[in-house]
């Protein structure tokens, strides 16, 4: 278990009232007036039942002196209108707590909706740099124990806490009038010397919950993370292993949330003393105020009343503070990523970006992930309107950064990307997202319907528009041959389909897209050559007449293309059309002959199987 200090939630600690003040524009929305006038009625509400509820301990007592009176004979003495106001009180005090919580509803829900909107919103803005360096996992169960703690904070203090400090105040107020000044401080001590506990221990076992929580989410995240890669588990054998990581995490867990609940014991026996001693110390007065003659007996059943009405509260205001403090811990967590600073923004007032042929400029291009290591170094290339460019190269050559760099998932160290000559960090950065199109070497798809799958590239698109865009991506006879047609549910990242079915999903779903740019992304890098060839006809002929940026490993795919980008080490060491390349007999060459060399003795090997799986049939007969 890492030491408190090195929490993260622990680096960028935020207190409880800073947490509160950034709930409250939730509950005061602008531009709202519905909700404004909701939050201002259930607090008129909320008075007037506190009002009813500390009301009630005076009418019985009045009602008490009543029938302690020399000569009361029975019930019948006892003034109708006292009994009356009795029940009418007890009812109203039901009735507006009752309606507070109705009106407030619509409030407390649209918070909860709106920060968990905007916490969301918030995270699709961040840059990959931060998505890559944190596990999903984690960050939907801060989201979800946020939006629980938001939920029970408003709850507990519309209903719990925010009540019972204002009965607190109108109690002592009348204890101080009715009775004197010494029951009213003697209340307001116990009250007190209760409220100073709880704070305090709930303060010291605070640090155990944001234990627990952390090892919550390690357990989540380790838990989706091993269930999302559930054929490597069982293609190697690691199910124990898993299990063993898995419950590094429990036993952190385990470990915290038994220091909690032993450490609840003292908590809970200080707040019971307290207690016992205010009402032990308060009742003795009463008695012997009765005794001197100084109070009623009515009296004495007041001050009774109201301890027992305030105890109750009390009681459960120790665990509600804990609870609360649970909650602001957790709301710390979610809105904390609030606080994630973006790296890649727009400009103030920034334009979208206007296509006009979609030409590609790559300008003395320079990035670098880490400062000391850098990826790309002084890189110029041009992608002419409508025309195809291929970029290869061995791993880590940094072909796929050209394509982050594209989209702007990262900005440039150095240098400039334009598109038709706009600088890409002047404009818009969802017009220029919209412009490009891309089939990537993984594609991961939603766990949907293919339907909304291929609709996901224009959400907007009708069911013609889709079943087009499939046609045209040679996939639209196998959707029809399935049960369910285009209605049938993929799986999580599309794992029920093939390679190149989700290959041929992606292409279709970037065909509804109609985008001026067309990006491949080793799209066929993982597929058979079968599979392959014919993923490339439908790559061929989505291209045409489109501006087209081919990243690729196999050569073979990018013979076509009308110039061919050779990587090394960040640098562009060879470029030219294919056959040029070869003549250079350079790098690109050498990668040929070894690729070709590769192929040829794959194919002798399938000749070789097929051949002897011919033999063994005919052996049989």
């Known amino acids: 278990m890492r030491p408190r200090e090195s929490l993260p939630a622990q680096k960028n600690s935020r207190n409880d009232i800073r947490t509160i003040r950034t709930l409250l524009p939730y509950l005061w929305p602008k531009d709202a007036f519905g909700l404004r006038a909701r939050v201002v009625i259930a607090l008129v509400l909320l008075a007037i039942s506190k009002v009813a509820t500390v009301v009630v301990p005076v009418i019985l007592k009045h009602a008490v002196d009543t029938l302690s009176k020399p000569g009361a004979g029975g019930v019948v003495l006892v003034p109708v209108g006292l009994l009356l106001a009795y029940g009418l009180a007890r009812i109203l005090s039901q009735v507006f707590r009752e309606l507070q919580g109705a009106i407030f509803a619509k409030v407390a829900e649209r918070a909860i909706r709106q920060a968990g909107l905007k916490t969301f919103r918030h995270l699709h803005k961040l840059s990959l740099r931060f998505h890559l360096d944190r596990q999903t996992g984690g960050l939907s169960r801060a989201i979800e124990r946020g939006a629980r703690g938001i939920e029970f904070l408003l709850r507990v203090m519309l209903f719990n806490i925010i009540p019972t400090i204002i009965e607190i105040i109108l109690v002592t107020g009348l204890l101080w009038k009715i009775l004197n000044f010494w029951f009213a401080l003697a209340t307001l001590s116990t009250i007190a010397a209760y409220?100073?506990?709880?704070?305090?221990?709930?303060?010291?076992?605070?640090?155990?919950?944001?234990?627990?929580?952390?090892?919550?989410?390690?357990?989540?995240?380790?838990?989706?993370?091993?269930?999302?890669?559930?054929?490597?588990?069982?293609?190697?054998?690691?199910?124990?292993?898993?299990?063993?990581?898995?419950?590094?995490?429990?036993?952190?867990?385990?470990?915290?949330?038994?220091e909690s609940k032993t450490s609840l014991a003292l908590l809970n026996v200080g707040q019971g003393a307290i207690i016992a001693i205010g009402v032990t110390i308060v009742m003795i007065m009463a008695a012997s105020g009765v005794a001197n003659g100084a109070l009623s007996i009515g009296d004495f059943v007041l001050v009774n009343t109201y301890l027992l009405q305030l105890y109750l509260p009390l009681n459960f205001l120790g665990s509600v503070y804990r609870e609360i403090k649970y909650s602001l811990a957790d709301m710390e967590a979610m809105f904390s990523l609030l606080n994630e600073a973006a790296d890649v923004t727009d400009i103030p007032g920034a334009p979208p970006l206007i296509p006009n042929g979609a030409e590609i400029r790559f300008e003395d291009v320079s990035f670098a992930y880490d400062p000391r290591r850098p990826v790309l170094k002084s890189m110029s290339f041009t992608v002419p309107a409508g025309r195809t460019v291929a970029i290869v190269g061995p791993s880590g050559a940094g072909k796929s950064t050209i394509s982050r760099l594209l989209f702007r998932f990262y900005d440039v160290t150095s240098g400039r990307v334009t598109i038709d000559g706009q600088d890409i960090r002047r404009v818009a950065q969802n017009s220029l997202r919209r412009a490009i199109g891309i089939v990537p070497q993984d594609t991961v798809l939603f766990n949907d319907s293919i339907y909304y799958n291929i609709a996901y590239g224009r959400p907007e698109a009708s069911p013609a528009q889709v079943e087009d865009a499939a046609r045209m991506a040679r996939i639209h006879d196998f959707v029809m041959s399935l049960p369910d047609g285009y209605q049938t549910i993929v799986g999580e990242r599309g794992l029920k389909l093939s390679g190149g079915e989700k290959q041929r999903v992606a292409i279709a779903r970037t065909i509804l897209k109609q985008p001026a740019i067309l990006l491949f992304d080793e799209a066929t890098s993982a597929l058979d050559s079968h599979t392959e060839r014919e993923i490339q006809a439908s790559l061929r002929e989505v291209s045409t007449d489109r501006t087209t940026l081919v990243i690729a490993h196999r050569l073979s795919t990018v013979v076509d293309a009308d110039e061919i980008l050779v990587l090394e080490d960040g640098v562009i060491s060879e470029r030219g059309g294919h056959t040029a390349l070869l003549e250079k007999n350079g790098v690109y060459a050498a990668m040929w002959r070894r690729q070709q060399e590769a192929s040829q003795a794959l194919e002798t090997l399938e000749r070789t199987g097929e051949n002897m799986r011919h033999i063994d049939e005919a052996s049989a007969l």
């Open 195 to 258: 409220v100073v506990w709880t704070l305090a221990v709930t303060e010291w076992r605070t640090h155990i919950r944001r234990r627990m929580n952390e090892n919550d989410s390690m357990a989540h995240t380790k838990a989706i993370d091993s269930l999302l890669n559930y054929e490597t588990v069982k293609y190697f054998g690691n199910e124990d292993h898993e299990a063993r990581r898995f419950d590094v995490a429990l036993q952190g867990y385990e470990k915290a949330a038994i």
